[in-house]
């Protein structure tokens, strides 16, 4: 037999040694180191060996592995609070294995029809969780990045359809740099994005976004997308968004909320009060692999209007012509996501979201948001009452921003060394208004207030360094 095709004895024999792997990894976190140095010349040349023309035991290669993952920020520990980390929880794990060693087609509804109502089922809770209509619809996609494009080229699509060239769009100084990429991906040049001031609480300024508008439509140009931030990458600043959807409806143009970061935290009550206006928005990004904690490669968008997907990504190929006569016999309310989205090859994701929120319930994830906007709260608090820190903005997600006072950046940055130098947590830095802050971000469901309070202490002790 083939060793493409291994025995039911070898797929277990197979399975445990990951999983002995695996168990050992996470077990190891809370006790790691949270970063390494980099990879040694020995070990990247036996990672730059081409596959061998032989097999190969499994036994040394999980060793190699394991080598290069220990070369890498510990992204998945309790420590890590650099960006803005997910986890990876592991019953996610399990279903993502389980989904590709299935390996069932589920672009067309009628090649898995019942997986596709697994899915879907998700994709309808994310809709309800933000009040969207009966025809509302979301997509599971590799990311914020991918979710941010298909809610630009939807709207280009649907307002600059044969006038590209005229299309502008409308972001915030904080935005995300994925937006920037993906209008250029859509034909918008670099000089069809209008970057809007911030207000001095970091968040989009209505009113120069108001004169923008009007200027760009009084000059012929044509306004498509505007997009506010639920929850910046540097600062989790939440925008105005009510105010910018009136803003939106006035100027007849696309809303689209980036909230990556902070739109699943609609989960909480906290949430939900300062994330008012979402539920207004035309398109809205979400990443399960930040606020919901499952492995990376699981983004979201959730879409008022289904046909304006369609409008966007439906396409008819001859090759199909079966698929789509059986789903012509055989009518579903069901979607073919190939049609709403730029992917025909597809893996199952639905199952990497189905499997934990079925199995641990959604208050598990509620309460572990909850937990981080406290450990936030905390953590604002105790920094801000430092004489010797600036702590200028207050929390409105689960990110906070600091720095020395009166001192300049290469200070700063010294100041971040020797916090991270403990290994014990890792923060990361950003610039805002020219100057130079660390930044901590409070996001994984491993990190908990004894980490908190050994990163406060550590930050404590460089202050005084």
Same mark, same amino acid.
């Given at each position: 037999?083939?060793?493409?095709?291994?025995?039911?004895?070898?797929?277990?024999?197979?399975?445990?040694?990951?999983?002995?792997?695996?168990?050992?990894?996470?077990?190891?976190?809370?006790?790691?180191?949270?970063?390494?140095?980099?990879?040694?010349?020995?070990?990247?040349?036996?990672?730059?060996?081409?596959?061998?023309?032989?097999?190969?035991?499994?036994?040394?290669?999980?060793?190699?592995?394991?080598?290069?993952?220990?070369?890498?920020?510990?992204?998945?520990?309790?420590?890590?609070?650099?960006?803005?980390?997910?986890? /990876?929880?592991?019953?996610?794990?399990?279903?993502?294995?389980?989904?590709?060693?299935?390996?069932?087609?589920? /672009?067309?509804?009628?090649?898995?029809?019942?997986?596709?109502?697994?899915?879907?089922?998700?994709?309808?809770?994310?809709?309800?969780?933000?009040?969207?209509?009966?025809?509302?619809?979301?997509?599971?996609?590799?990311?914020?990045?991918?979710?941010?494009?298909?809610?630009?080229?939807?709207?280009?699509?649907?307002?600059?359809?044969?006038?590209?060239?005229?299309?502008?769009?409308?972001? /915030?100084?904080?935005?995300?740099?994925?937006?920037?990429?993906?209008?250029?991906?859509?034909?918008?040049?670099?000089?069809?994005?209008?970057?809007?001031?911030?207000?001095?609480?970091?968040?989009?300024?209505?009113?120069?976004?108001?004169?923008?508008?009007?200027?760009?439509?009084?000059?012929?140009? #044509?306004?498509?997308? #505007?997009?506010?931030?639920?929850?910046?990458?540097?600062?989790?600043?939440?925008?105005?968004?009510?105010?910018?959807?009136?803003?939106?409806?006035?100027?007849?143009?696309?809303?689209?909320?980036?909230?990556?970061?902070?739109?699943?935290?609609?989960?909480?009550?906290?949430?939900?009060?300062?994330?008012?206006?979402?539920?207004?928005?035309?398109?809205?990004?979400?990443?399960?692999?930040?606020?919901?904690?499952?492995?990376?490669?699981?983004?979201?968008?959730?879409?008022?209007?289904?046909?304006?997907?369609?409008?966007?990504?439906?396409?008819?190929?001859?090759?199909?012509?079966?698929?789509?006569?059986?789903?012509?016999?055989?009518?579903?309310?069901?979607?073919?996501?190939?049609?709403?989205?730029?992917?025909?090859?597809?893996?199952?994701?639905?199952?990497?979201?189905?499997?934990?929120?079925?199995?641990?319930?959604?208050?598990?994830?509620?309460?572990?948001?909850?937990?981080?906007?406290?450990?936030?709260?905390?953590?604002?608090?105790?920094?801000?009452?430092?004489?010797?820190?600036?702590?200028?903005?207050?929390?409105?997600?689960?990110?906070? #921003?600091?720095?020395?006072?009166?001192?300049?950046?290469?200070?700063?940055?010294?100041?971040?060394?020797?916090?991270?130098?403990?290994?014990?947590?890792?923060?990361?830095?950003?610039?805002?208004?020219?100057?130079?802050?660390?930044?901590?971000?409070?996001?994984?469901?491993?990190?908990?207030?004894?980490?908190?309070?050994?990163?406060?202490?550590?930050?404590?002790?460089? #202050?005084?360094?």
């Amino acid at each position: 037999m083939s060793p493409l095709e291994p025995t039911a004895a070898e797929m277990q024999a197979l399975t445990q040694q990951v999983l002995d792997l695996v168990v050992a990894n996470i077990d190891g976190l809370d006790g790691g180191p949270v970063s390494l140095n980099s990879p040694s010349a020995e070990l990247l040349a036996d990672l730059s060996t081409a596959p061998p023309e032989s097999a190969t035991e499994l036994a040394p290669l999980l060793e190699l592995i394991t080598r290069a993952a220990q070369q890498s920020y510990q992204s998945a520990g309790p420590g890590y609070l650099a960006y803005v980390p997910g986890g /990876g929880i592991f019953t996610s794990a399990l279903a993502g294995f389980l989904g590709t060693a299935l390996n069932r087609y589920t /672009g067309k509804v009628t090649s898995a029809p019942a997986l596709v109502a697994m899915e879907q089922s998700v994709l309808r809770w994310m809709c309800d969780l933000f009040g969207f209509p009966d025809d509302a619809q979301a997509l599971l996609t590799p990311g914020g990045s991918m979710a941010n494009s298909i809610a630009l080229t939807t709207a280009r699509t649907l307002y600059a359809e044969g006038q590209v060239d005229r299309a502008t769009v409308y972001i /915030g100084e904080h935005a995300h740099g994925s937006i920037t990429k993906a209008a250029r991906a859509a034909g918008l040049g670099r000089d069809h994005v209008r970057t809007i001031r911030s207000t001095p609480d970091l968040r989009l300024d209505v009113e120069h976004l108001k004169t923008r508008l009007n200027e760009d439509r009084d000059a012929g140009l #044509v306004p498509v997308c #505007v997009f506010a931030a639920a929850g910046t990458t540097n600062t989790g600043t939440i925008d105005r968004l009510a105010d910018i959807a009136a803003i939106a409806r006035e100027f007849g143009v696309w809303f689209h909320v980036d909230g990556a970061y902070g739109g699943l935290f609609q989960l909480t009550a906290r949430g939900r009060q300062r994330l008012s206006g979402i539920e207004l928005a035309a398109s809205i990004t979400l990443d399960p692999h930040k606020s919901l904690f499952v492995p990376l490669g699981t983004g979201a968008i959730v879409v008022r209007s289904k046909e304006a997907l369609r409008k966007t990504y439906s396409e008819e190929a001859d090759y199909m012509q079966d698929l789509n006569q059986h789903a012509a016999d055989h009518a579903s309310d069901l979607p073919d996501f190939d049609s709403l989205s730029p992917e025909l090859s597809r893996d199952f994701r639905g199952l990497r979201l189905w499997l934990p929120l079925h199995l641990h319930g959604v208050d598990a994830f509620r309460q572990q948001l909850d937990e981080k906007m406290d450990l936030a709260l905390k953590v604002w608090k105790t920094l801000r009452a430092d004489d010797r820190l600036d702590v200028p903005w207050s929390p409105d997600l689960t990110v906070v #921003v600091f720095r020395l006072k009166d001192d300049d950046d290469a200070d700063q940055l010294a100041f971040l060394k020797r916090i991270n130098d403990s290994q014990r947590i890792l923060l990361s830095s950003t610039r805002i208004n020219g100057d130079v802050y660390l930044r901590m971000a409070i996001l994984s469901f491993r990190t908990h207030a004894d980490r908190i309070l050994e990163a406060l202490e550590i930050i404590r002790a460089a #202050v005084e360094a």
